[in-house]
């Protein structure tokens, strides 16, 4: 398989896309639970297709770009995992054939050759949840796009490359916002590797405004201002870290692809015989590591399809090995013996196929027990961290995201933000409420106009809900 892919033919974008194909097939058609997240998303999406707004009628601090997407994708497509599933395989597909072609325009390896677009396809199944279309992804198409126009600097206009590549990492920061890092990695790649004057690193910067500035005058002019500021950025200090996944659970889904870039990197910079610019673009890659592990760590949540942001790294160090090895042999059977790895962990991973005593790592990412509440009607709020519950639901009133609402929650005490309650829960009355955390009694005891309209209904599972009065 290496020596086919060896050969730098556009045809072979044809194989990676029935590769693909191969390789999700068992997931596509598998009976696996939907992620909490991917609820957060249908639901989010079902709102603002409904002809809401982000931030003003929809609380959540989610990247506006993202948002974007699942609205358009629910108003034209609808929500569900296949549909996502289907997004996310085209966006990974394109991902992979842009990595293969910067690649060779820089002549970041000896030949040109298709393996790192094989590389990355690969990569991109490692977890399982790489497959949807997760913020993260979407954020790095466009920081694929900004890593092109730092490696083309030397071949095209340097001001027209710099602006770009501030421009590429904003949209990538307006669609997964810890991706705002990768700016000042990018201007530091700049003024070591490509550009001393400063003017023109400013141009970066300037890129990079130009994206945002456009949005929040966007903003300003909806009256979204104020709440994208409360929810997205004054709330920040006070969000409660989100542990869909332990670092336990993380370390084990990243054990082997760990090991493999260790491999990749000790073979490439091990090996002396890279010309200037291949050593830069190395070293670039390196920081690549390092800015992808900082926008992970100050994340206000943690689960496992952010470590999708190292998949160009690893793609390029294990490419590199991959073409260093002399024996021919030797680098078929070090290809095999990553992608079996892989395989066997995603695939394990996701079915729950494990030895005893490992549970899987999604445990506490997925939807599973979710109690069936369509009697009690189909609008909904929750109190709580899991989006599980709306799972065949809808929103109502627009507390989505309960971390950055219940700092607005805890100021039941003013009236202002009382009337502010009140008025949404009567313009969008929830049929039921989910209390998983007794917030919603504490809420529902100070606004007792509200409260008179609900009846408290303990559940078996001692889940706690207020149903609407008929």
Same mark, same amino acid.
């Given at each position: ?19 693909? #194909? ?6 596509? #058609? ?26 003003? %009628? ?108 501030? =421009? ?87 054990? =082997? ?100 005593? =490992? ?32 799972? %065949? ?56 106009? #509200? ?20």
């Amino acid at each position: 398989m290496l020596a086919f892919f060896k050969i730098n033919d556009p045809l072979r974008l044809i194989i990676l896309l029935f590769l693909m #194909i191969i390789i999700r097939l068992p997931i596509w #058609i598998g009976d696996i639970p939907l992620l909490s997240d991917e609820i957060h998303w249908f639901t989010l999406g079902d709102k603002l297709a409904e002809g809401n707004s982000m931030y003003v %009628d929809v609380w959540d601090n989610i990247a506006p770009l993202s948002a974007g997407v699942y609205w358009v994708i629910a108003s034209w497509f609808g929500t569900s995992q296949a549909v996502f599933f289907g997004f996310a395989a085209f966006l990974t597909l394109i991902q992979s054939y842009l990595f293969n072609l910067m690649m060779n325009r820089s002549e970041a390896y000896k030949q040109k050759t298709f393996i790192p677009g094989l590389m990355y396809l690969l990569f991109s199944n490692i977890s399982y949840d790489f497959m949807t279309l997760s913020p993260t992804l979407i954020s790095l198409t466009f920081l694929l796009f900004g890593l092109r126009n730092l490696l083309r600097m030397e071949r095209t206009d340097v001001e027209q490359s710099i602006l770009n590549t501030g =421009i590429f990492f904003g949209l990538a920061s307006l669609a997964y916002m810890p991706s705002f890092s990768f700016l000042l990695m990018g201007i530091f790649a700049l003024a070591t590797f490509r550009v001393s004057s400063f003017n023109r690193l400013f141009l970066a910067f300037v890129g990079f405004t130009i994206v945002w500035g456009g949005y929040l005058v966007y903003l300003y002019y909806i009256d979204g201002l104020e709440e994208f500021a409360n929810l997205c950025i004054l709330a920040i200090p006070n969000l409660e870290h989100n542990f869909q996944l332990t670092w336990e659970q993380m370390l084990m889904l990243s054990v =082997i692809p760990a090991f493999i870039l260790l491999m990749g990197m000790f073979k490439t910079f091990s090996y002396n015989a890279f010309i200037n610019s291949q050593q830069n673009i190395q070293q670039l890659m390196l920081i690549w590591v390092i800015t992808a592990t900082l926008s992970i760590v100050f994340s206000s949540f943690t689960i496992s399809y952010q470590l999708i942001l190292y998949v160009p790294a690893l793609s390029f160090f294990s490419a590199h090995q991959l073409l260093i090895i002399r024996k021919r042999l030797m680098a078929e059977i070090t290809l095999w013996s990553y992608s079996l790895l892989f395989l066997a962990l995603m695939i394990g991973t996701a079915f729950d196929v494990l030895p005893k005593k =490992i549970e899987s790592p999604y445990q506490n990412a997925w939807a599973i027990e979710v109690p069936d509440l369509n009697e009690y009607g189909d609008k909904m709020l929750v109190f709580g961290l899991d989006y599980k519950y709306y799972k %065949d639901h809808n929103l109502a009133t627009p507390y989505l995201n309960y971390n950055v609402s219940r700092q607005f929650f805890k100021k039941i005490d003013n009236y202002d933000e009382i009337r502010t309650i009140y008025n949404a829960f009567e313009k969008d009355m929830p049929d039921v409420i989910v209390d998983t955390n007794g917030d919603g009694q504490k809420l529902l005891d100070y606004i007792t106009i #509200i409260q008179k309209q609900y009846e408290k209904v303990v559940l078996d599972n001692g889940l706690v809900i207020f149903s609407k009065r008929k």
